[in-house]
Each structure stands twice: as structure tokens, then as C-alpha cells.
């Protein structure tokens, strides 16, 4: 299903002015980067470094926004098992919160949460324009005031939840990258006009999705527990528009608190750790010839995202860092990530 990320604060604020002195002068000993064979370049001849200075670049933190089944089926155990007056802390809604509660919080300074719950009343189908807690930093303490308020027991309207989410999300006029966090336990069961129980919406709900998609809003979807919604969570999946677990079902299918963890951990890795790529000042620079320097030192380019750099997006104005690295900016152990174009 793809690495899980670690998370911690990231500390990269606090070391700038100083590691950036030490990557222009070159640092620990090394040569000034002006004067570095520069890593990764095809061409056979070694590039060298365009005379401007690096350029410190820092991580772009995206918008997610958690849209939330509470479905009376959310109540129950992993496996479908039902409890009179509720599984409690086996239940489904339990452990998923729980992984929600902590990623959350882990990552709040670096991820701008925001979360949707649907449906909106107890044993409806009706969904609230808006959502409960806006996106933004630090939402930890509110999203979980919120989940402790909150009890499953409505029905799933999903085409209504995903569509209000990415309705939200057009609202916002920050220029961050945005993706809606879909996580289910089963079949979307309201009619499109969201007032009409129904056995079967997987149509309008993969509409939904799609629309967001075309809007610029991927979705991530998260199966929870055993559920006969497998093809339809596919579906629904395949049509988001961003990297899925891959495999039989596309989607991410969580049991419990830990692979829930794992599960958001491995999405906000293909999230996080983007950085805008500076403006070129000169005829002779442009971002599509450039190497990267990780606390000073030379970071190679990996196009198959395991342990490096590669652009992100086709415009090749973002990079994205992949594998340990990353890990280590989200946990507060990277300083610096700088940038310098390169010259023949």
C-alpha cells in the first residue's frame, strides 16, 4: 500500500538564515556550490552553476479536507459485528477517530485540516452546505472537540457529503494544493436529492467525485472495515484523480486505528513536501535545469520516487521530495532544502 510517513513539527523556520550562509559558502568543508559538478544531468559534459546564489525553498502546505462517514454502520466492529448500544471503543467509528485524533494533531503545523461529517442528522440523508471545522493550521484541538461531540447514526449520502466538500473548498482563494480525504464504511444510500433513502447511489456518488476532480480537487478514498462496497469504492477511487493504494481495490482499506495511521501517513506523503521552484532572473536559467541541495549537500533527482527529488506536476515549476528525506523535513530533522539552476 506504499511507505508510511513519520511526522513531527517542522522546524525549518528557526535554522534558515544559518543554513542558507552555509549552502551559498558551501559549508562543512565543502566548495562552494558555483564551483560543484552538479548531480543527475544527462549530456555528458558536467554542468556548472549559473552564477546566481541558491535559493532557499521551503514546503507548501496543502489543504485537506476530511470528509467523514458517521453512518449508523459506523458503529459497529470492523468485521460488521453489531453491539447493543454500540461496539464502544471497537467500533469502527472509534478507531478511526482515534487515527484521525493523532495524525491530526502530528501534523497540523505542516497539513491545513479542515473536516466535513455527513450525513448532518441522526438517521437522515441531508448534508449542510459548509462544513464543521474550516481548513486551516492548527485544527487538531477543534477536530477532535468535534469528533467527541459527534455520534454515528445517520444514513450515507455521499454524493451530497463530496459534493458540499468540494463546493467548500472553490470558496478558498489561497493558491495551496487541495485534495478531500473521503473515508466510508459502505454503499452510498441516499437518493440525489438528499432526502430519499435509496439501496444503491454509487452512480451520483462517483459523479461527485469526479466533478471535484475536475474542479482541481483529487480525492483519497478509505474503505473502513469489511464492506461489500468494494467496487464502488474502486470506482470512486479510480475517478479521484490522485495515487490510490493501488493493487485489487485502488482504495485504502483500514481495519483499525494502526492501519489507519499507516493509511494517512502514506496519502500526506504524496502530498506534503512539495516546494514552489524559484523565479529564473536570467536568460541563462530555467526550472527545468536545476539541481537541489538538502542541508547543503547535493540531493540527487529520483524518478521513481523512492529516495530523491522529481518535479512535481508537468509545468516543472514545483519539485517533490520523496523517501526519508521528506520523512526527516516532516519530523523537524531537515534545515534547509535549496535550489540553483545550472548552466552547460
Not at 322 to 331: E, H, S
Request: contains cysteine; proline residues 6%; charged residues 15%.
Amino acid at each position: 500500500m506504499g511507505r508510511s510517513v513519520r511526522f513531527g513539527g517542522l522546524g525549518l523556520g528557526v535554522t534558515l538564515a544559518a543554513a542558507a550562509a552555509g549552502a551559498v559558502a558551501g559549508g562543512c568543508g565543502r566548495a562552494p556550490l558555483s564551483s560543484m559538478t552538479q548531480p543527475g544531468q544527462d549530456g555528458g559534459v558536467a554542468p556548472t552553476a549559473c552564477d546566481s546564489p541558491t535559493n532557499l525553498v521551503q514546503p507548501i502546505p496543502p489543504d485537506v479536507l476530511l470528509v467523514l462517514d458517521k453512518s449508523g454502520s459506523m458503529a459497529n466492529e470492523a468485521d460488521g459485528t453489531t453491539c447493543s448500544g454500540g461496539c464502544g471503543a471497537t467500533s469502527k467509528w472509534v478507531q478511526v477517530t482515534n487515527a484521525i485524533d493523532k495524525v491530526v494533531a502530528q501534523t497540523q503545523a505542516n497539513v491545513n485540516w479542515g473536516i466535513k461529517l455527513f450525513a448532518t442528522s441522526m438517521d437522515g440523508c441531508d448534508v449542510s452546505d459548509g462544513v464543521e471545522v474550516a481548513v486551516g493550521p492548527m485544527n487538531g484541538a477543534a477536530i477532535t472537540s468535534l469528533i467527541a461531540a459527534s455520534t454515528p447514526g445517520s444514513r450515507t449520502p455521499t454524493q451530497q457529503a463530496e459534493a458540499a466538500g468540494a463546493a467548500y473548498l472553490a470558496t478558498l482563494t489561497d493558491k495551496r494544493p487541495k485534495y478531500l480525504l473521503l473515508a466510508t464504511d459502505g454503499l452510498p444510500n441516499c437518493g440525489p436529492n438528499a432526502t430519499t433513502p435509496t439501496d444503491d447511489n454509487s452512480v451520483g456518488a462517483e459523479q461527485a467525485v469526479a466533478d471535484a476532480h475536475a474542479a482541481g480537487f483529487p480525492t483519497f478514498v478509505i474503505g473502513i472495515g469489511e464492506t461489500m462496497a468494494e467496487a464502488t469504492l474502486t470506482r470512486l477511487a479510480l475517478r479521484g484523480g490522485v495515487p490510490q493504494a493501488g493493487g485489487a481495490t485502488a482504495f485504502y482499506q483500514v481495519s483499525d486505528t494502526a492501519q489507519l495511521e499507516t493509511a494517512l501517513g502514506t496519502i500526506l506523503g504524496s502530498v506534503t513536501c512539495v516546494f514552489d521552484l524559484p523565479v529564473p532572473t536570467q536568460s541563462r536559467e530555467s526550472t527545468s535545469h536545476i539541481s537541489v541541495f538538502v542541508n547543503g549537500a547535493a540531493f540527487p533527482q529520483d524518478t521513481n520516487h523512492m529516495s530523491g527529488w522529481d518535479y512535481h506536476g508537468t509545468e516543472m515549476k514545483q519539485i517533490q521530495i520523496y523517501g526519508p528525506t521528506c520523512d526527516g523535513l516532516m519530523g523537524g530533522k531537515i534545515a534547509s532544502v535549496a535550489v540553483q539552476f545550472i548552466c552547460s
